[in-house]
């Protein structure tokens, strides 16, 4: 029979309902308030860590402590939102990154292991156990942040729920000035494009809507898109802080899915139909232009995001495995000792649904005239139903072989 750990005082229950009623309790809140100290005292000294130059570190189990922490840099969230905490190892190990845990952490996982397994560059996630968060906490009473005083942002909330590790991410958000740069050279804005009209694909199936304003009804967050220049040259797009947000239908007769869904097909018809001046292309390319300081990409860039939308929705057409996704994400939480919260919120119906109108859209595609990557490269084509709970080999998803994949048809994007 399973058991569900209280995080703050241990007891284990037999359930999450009793699990959740423990540590909301008086006695468990007042244990926490007597053990709580602040993270970051503002009588230590700022600390100094130059994020241009971070390397990332390896978030496996056992890793990070092997260095300890030599100081923090807290990264403020948004509304509602308690931000990450990004700690430089000693040793010039490298960063790792922590986010407190959430309500929606389960989502973000599951997000992580579902993106990666489509091919997109995104920081691999570990669900921390709670002897693990402790032990993270309780170096961080002692290490200096950037900013005097931020560490004080550990609240209860996320010494409740725990709390996930995350890869550092490299590169400059599209806000950046030198993004404008990036997209103004011809040789590197394709591959730009193509990675960022990929994500979007991806991004219609979860229906996150956090990041574009590609078929959504607002600006969404610009700063969820990372771009990297490697050492060899190569562009890199990362897709990070990435959720499912499920339409759920309050009745038979609601059909909110069904709207979603036209809005998805409609997308994606634009694309085949190579419209640059469609809804979804005039949409991103103003937002592309506004968040770049000015720079307009043009119908060239347009056509880039066009195709690099259409091999995501061909991607998402050849995987058949979100259940997997799903087992991965709750075993993940469960042996964590989180139990379940959250999981609710995953609904792999919904993604089916979208999936299969993402498949009969793109079956309209022109086969022979439509660009494809090359099939030895890690690119969307080859995202598989045995790709979902496995991590990518460094061969196959590196860097170096993305480099190699754009220099075939359409481009593509691959794991971290």
Same mark, same amino acid.
């Given at each position: 029979?399973?058991?569900?750990?209280?995080?703050?005082?241990?007891?284990?229950?037999?359930?999450?309902?009793?699990?959740?009623?423990? *540590?909301?309790?008086? +006695? !468990?809140?007042?244990?926490?308030?007597?053990?709580?100290?602040?993270?970051?005292?503002?009588? @230590?000294?700022? *600390?100094?860590?130059?994020?241009?130059?971070?390397?990332?570190?390896?978030?496996?189990?056992?890793?990070?402590?092997?260095?300890?922490?030599?100081?923090?840099?807290?990264?403020?969230?948004?509304?509602?939102?308690?931000?990450?905490?990004?700690?430089?190892?000693?040793?010039?190990?490298?960063?790792?990154?922590?986010?407190?845990?959430?309500?929606?952490?389960?989502?973000?996982?599951?997000?992580? %292991?579902?993106?990666?397994?489509?091919?997109?560059?995104?920081?691999?996630?570990?669900?921390?156990?709670?002897?693990?968060?402790?032990?993270?906490?309780?170096?961080?009473?002692?290490?200096?942040?950037?900013?005097?005083?931020?560490?004080?942002?550990?609240?209860?909330?996320?010494?409740? @729920?725990?709390?996930?590790?995350?890869?550092?991410?490299?590169?400059?958000?599209?806000?950046?000035?030198?993004?404008?740069?990036?997209?103004?050279?011809?040789?590197?804005?394709?591959?730009?494009?193509?990675?960022?009209?990929?994500?979007?694909?991806?991004?219609?199936?979860?229906?996150?809507?956090? @990041?574009?304003?590609?078929?959504?009804?607002?600006?969404?967050?610009?700063?969820?898109?990372?771009?990297?220049?490697?050492?060899?040259?190569?562009?890199? %797009?990362?897709?990070?802080?990435?959720?499912?947000?499920?339409?759920?239908?309050?009745?038979?007769?609601?059909?909110?899915?069904?709207?979603?869904?036209?809005?998805?097909?409609?997308?994606?018809?634009?694309?085949?139909?190579?419209?640059?001046?469609?809804?979804?292309?005039?949409?991103?390319?103003?937002?592309?232009?506004?968040?770049?300081?000015?720079?307009?990409?043009?119908?060239?860039?347009?056509?880039?995001?066009?195709?690099?939308?259409?091999?995501?929705?061909?991607?998402?057409?050849?995987?058949?495995?979100?259940?997997?996704?799903?087992?991965?994400?709750? %075993?993940?939480?469960?042996?964590?000792?989180?139990?379940?919260?959250?999981? +609710?919120?995953?609904?792999?119906?919904?993604?089916?649904?979208?999936?299969?109108?993402?498949?009969?859209?793109?079956?309209?595609?022109? @086969?022979?005239?439509?660009?494809?990557?090359?099939?030895?490269?890690?690119?969307?084509?080859?995202?598989?139903?045995?790709?979902?709970?496995?991590?990518?080999?460094?061969?196959?998803?590196?860097?170096?072989?993305?480099?190699?994949?754009?220099?075939?048809?359409?481009?593509? !994007?691959?794991?971290?």
């Amino acid at each position: 029979m399973p058991e569900f750990p209280c995080a703050i005082c241990g007891k284990k229950w037999p359930n999450t309902f009793q699990m959740r009623k423990c *540590y909301t309790s008086k +006695e !468990c809140q007042s244990t926490l308030d007597a053990n709580t100290k602040n993270v970051s005292s503002s009588d @230590r000294p700022a *600390y100094k860590l130059d994020l241009a130059s971070a390397t990332t570190a390896n978030i496996d189990l056992h890793e990070w402590n092997k260095h300890g922490i030599d100081g923090a840099h807290h990264s403020a969230g948004g509304l509602g939102s308690l931000g990450v905490f990004l700690l430089n190892l000693k040793n010039d190990a490298g960063v790792i990154v922590m986010k407190q845990g959430s309500s929606s952490s389960a989502s973000e996982y599951f997000c992580s %292991v579902l993106y990666k397994a489509l091919k997109v560059f995104t920081p691999k996630m570990r669900v921390l156990e709670d002897k693990e968060f402790k032990q993270i906490i309780t170096q961080l009473e002692d290490v200096c942040f950037t900013t005097p005083g931020a560490g004080d942002s550990l609240q209860s909330r996320g010494r409740q @729920r725990g709390a996930v590790l995350m890869e550092f991410c490299n590169g400059v958000t599209l806000k950046h000035p030198s993004v404008s740069g990036i997209l103004a050279d011809d040789s590197k804005a394709e591959s730009v494009l193509k990675q960022f009209g990929y994500i979007i694909a991806i991004d219609m199936l979860t229906n996150n809507y956090d @990041r574009s304003c590609a078929i959504w009804d607002h600006d969404g967050n610009a700063n969820n898109i990372m771009i990297e220049e490697t050492a060899d040259g190569t562009m890199v %797009v990362h897709a990070i802080d990435q959720a499912m947000s499920a339409i759920i239908e309050e009745d038979a007769t609601s059909g909110r899915i069904d709207g979603y869904c036209d809005k998805v097909r409609g997308a994606l018809e634009e694309a085949i139909a190579g419209n640059v001046d469609g809804t979804m292309s005039n949409k991103l390319r103003k937002w592309i232009s506004t968040n770049t300081g000015g720079c307009d990409i043009g119908n060239s860039g347009i056509k880039h995001i066009h195709a690099g939308l259409l091999d995501g929705a061909i991607a998402v057409s050849l995987f058949h495995e979100f259940s997997m996704v799903y087992e991965s994400t709750s %075993v993940s939480f469960h042996e964590a000792g989180w139990g379940v919260p959250g999981l +609710e919120t995953l609904n792999v119906p919904f993604l089916e649904t979208v999936a299969l109108v993402m498949a009969d859209t793109v079956a309209k595609i022109d @086969r022979n005239k439509a660009a494809a990557p090359d099939k030895q490269a890690p690119g969307p084509t080859t995202a598989s139903a045995t790709d979902a709970p496995q991590e990518p080999s460094e061969e196959k998803d590196s860097p170096s072989a993305m480099s190699q994949a754009s220099k075939g048809k359409g481009g593509c !994007c691959v794991v971290v």
